[in-house]
């Protein structure tokens, strides 16, 4: 018999029961619930009258609605009266429920996906689910994660288990080294444009190889964050030294005798060598090179040295009707450079890349030198309020606010542009977060998707330039 | 939860691959506590010329004539036919929220997004489906005859189109179930409540560090 995948052995170890039909139910470890998508399930509680079946299994925090500016106000500072309410609504159903939140205020506040392994409620070996379809970031630990609609949301609060059915596993396998300049943003853009946005559809990824496990936590969060961009619910890393070194000594981390006996189960969570995939993908790290998306969908990305594509070139009917609706509402020709598309703003944070290396690789790029006269705006922000004192620690914000650089406070911010931070019709914009999708940005807005080197670089040129060219 | 068995109803033709969650409802929209009203801003920024906002009275705005939602043809449409990859990206339930408000009860496609998928089902939404050939075909069909409908029977999962064609589809036999019965699956898990607090004994004394109360210290 063939061993396990790392899948294999988190769904075995949170099956409850597996059921005749085919479905299972799965134990959860962590919840985490933000403000767009549990009120609903905070009302089905209550007009069913059910309490949550296990309180300290939830975390929670406002994200996706929050000001990035004018944070000492706390709530009061939300201007948009409904994003308002939705914050005090989670205040309000978690304090009458009780379950733990980093309130607006909280130093601890800050992106769910970021906060959760900043503070080791994010552990190895859990089940993790939120009602955000980023909760695959949190598969770089060695978890079973994913994200969750609302009516999952209340099932996880009243039953602290999901009705699933198993996917099937992929292996996706970064061999070799990167280059230098070149980040997990990069490998998981690369990764993207070559399996398409429906290329992990009904798996659950697995990222390994040499060029994987080179990678810090930070990095891995990145590829693993942007798994559901390949169609996949799930992706996930094996754990290894970099895992437990990263985890160690988290306000919310196992200590003592607890460590070692975790650290021990958790040296096991790795696809044992005879493990059967049902599908392979393999790259070359060498191959990659700082990315960028040209359309508006996160397949369509190509390399920083590349060019727009030509339509006419493309052979199925369906893909040839989407590049030429996306050229037309992105503005680009066919066949034009990618580095000749001119910026109107740039935007380094979400919940893919504000932790504090995306952070530093930034500040090591616009360092000495002056955000472009032709942008309208370039702004930084930080995952969440340790992330941002940690940055300011490091002198990072005086580097930004020095280059032009706005320098915000934690949140979602312009990667969904809920709160007032938003592109204007037409606008193009070096993003650092995971959707270039029509009006994600804000209405009409033109979203495209880079590491945080790249955005860097890209706000000193005011177009798109190869980061690795400025800075060597 | 609303049972799902039978359907008859008018096709609407979604002609694009890849239909995000954004697309479906964009964010301005997802600031609502409520699951409900969602409706007139379902594919807000395609079917409107103008930004939409929370809360505003969506019968004064102008109307983008070529989107096929305004075309009188499809105005009575209940079943939705999409192409590959439909519902992708952000997993927010307001997306199957929208379509159901709309009126839509049935969406047939290629192919659909895992969390779109599933949160269909939780909303007595039936997504269906059928290969990209029949699919191709169904568009032709749809485009050459006004007021075209389709017969979805749940129960013997197969959609039967004007001509008394019939084509069969998968679906899982849980949420089949649930569906068909309108059954709150939150009530099915809890008549397990015994499995789940033996699972969570024998998880405490194999892993307890798993239930170290997260706390407020």
Sequence with gaps: MAGKTLYDKLWDDHLVKQRDDGSALIYIDRHLLHEVTSPQAFEGLRIAGRRPWRLDANLATPDHNVPTTDRDRGIDGIVDPVSRIQVETLDKNCDEFGILEFKIKDQRQGIVHVIGPEQGATLPGMTIVCGDSHTSTHGA????????????????????CLVQKKMKNMLVKVNGKLGPGVTGKDVVLAIIGKIGTAGGTGYAIEFGGEAIRDLSMEARMTICNMSIEAGARVGMVAVDDTTINY????PYAPKGDQWEAAVAAWKNLHSDADAEFDKVVELDGADIMPQVTWGTSPE???GVDGQVPDPDKEADPIKREGIVRALQYMGLKPNMPISEIKLDRVFIGSCTNSRIEDLREAAAVVKGRKVSPSLKQAMVVPGSGLVKTQAEQEGLDKIFIEAGLEWRDPGCSMCLAMNADKLGQGEHCASTSNRNFEGRQGFGGRTHLVSPAMAAAAAIAGHFTDVRELVH | MRAFSHHKGVVAPMDRSNVDTDMIIPKQFLKSIKRTGFGPNLFDELRYMDEGKPDQDCSQRPLNPDFFLNQPRYKEASVLLARRNFGCGSSREHAPWALDDYGFRVIIAPSFADIFYNNCFKNGLLPIVLDEEIVDRLFAEVA???????????PAQEVVTPSGERFSFDVDPFRKHCLVNGLDDIGVTLEDSEAIKSYEAARRQSAPWLFDAITHS
């Design chain 1, 141 to 160: 630990f060695g978890t079973l994660a994913h994200g969750i609609g609302t009516s999952e949301v209340e099932h996880v609060l009243a039953t602290q």
């Design chain 1, 247 to 250: 985890v160690k000594d988290r």
């Design chain 1, 300 to 302: 369509m990305v190509t």
């Design chain 2, 144 to 154: 050459e005859k006004e007021g075209y409908q389709i017969e979805v029977d749940l």
